[in-house]
């Protein structure tokens, strides 16, 4: 499976300022995912990042809150923007390589 | 929305024990997959599945695609300390454009 790395690993930021997370794959990927982990729930789907066109959002997130950019088959990023205490979560990406999904190690984001 | 329903949401067990949990859905899924997340970390693939009634074991863990589809179940053979961790399934199916649905999570304390 693809070695998938984050940075950051974690960050603490103040509400109203924005964090970019990178997400880099070591092989070309044609899927990725964002995937939000509110504290002690389980993994909900934030969008498609799609090479070469804007990402595809699920319900309940939009561009301008989480805009993502995919520019090759190896990287993308997703930002966090105007920072609110309950953005606090772990934000993961993952590939998609066949039916099954490989994720990276997660940013565990702090908003205070 | 598609949702998982998973059982136990957390267990307990001694040392040695054999586990079982369980994920069902009003949905019918093409695919199964179980993943393992320690703390700190992005979740782990441990088992995928693609046939009704298919049974695949990965070492001491054994999990089967449930006949209707609608169902999945993962067994730990003879726990271990480090089987402590957050055990999720997740499906996907046509209907969800195969992404990934995931159930809360089985929270898994192994007393050594």
């Known amino acids: 499976s693809a070695v998938i790395s984050q940075k950051p690993s974690r960050d603490i930021c103040q509400r109203g300022t924005s964090l970019t997370i990178q997400c880099q794959v070591d092989?070309?990927?044609?899927?990725m995912f964002w995937y939000r982990q509110q504290p002690g729930q389980s993994l909900t789907l934030i969008a498609t990042a799609n090479q070469g066109s804007e990402a595809t959002y699920e319900s309940g997130f939009v561009i301008d809150k989480f805009p993502i950019s995919r520019p090759n088959l190896t990287f993308s990023t997703l930002t966090v923007s105007n920072m609110s205490p309950e953005d606090s979560s772990i934000y993961l990406c993952s590939v998609g390589q066949g039916y099954e999904q490989y994720f990276g190690p997660g940013t565990r984001l702090t908003v205070t | 929305g598609q949702q998982l329903n998973q059982s136990p949401q957390s267990m307990f067990i001694q040392e040695g024990e054999d586990v079982s949990m369980n994920c069902t859905s009003s949905s019918i899924f093409n695919t199964w997959l179980w993943y393992k997340q320690d703390p700190g970390e992005g979740p782990v693939l441990l088992i995928a599945l693609y046939k009704a009634g298919e049974l695949t074991s990965n070492g001491r863990l054994t999990a089967q695609f449930g006949i209707t589809r609608k169902d999945s179940f993962l067994n730990i053979s003879a726990s271990i300390p480090s089987d402590v961790g957050i055990y999720f399934c997740a499906g996907s199916n046509l209907e969800y454009g195969n992404k990934l649905v995931f159930g809360a999570g089985t929270i898994l304390r192994v007393k050594s």
């Open positions: 092989s070309q990927v044609t899927m």
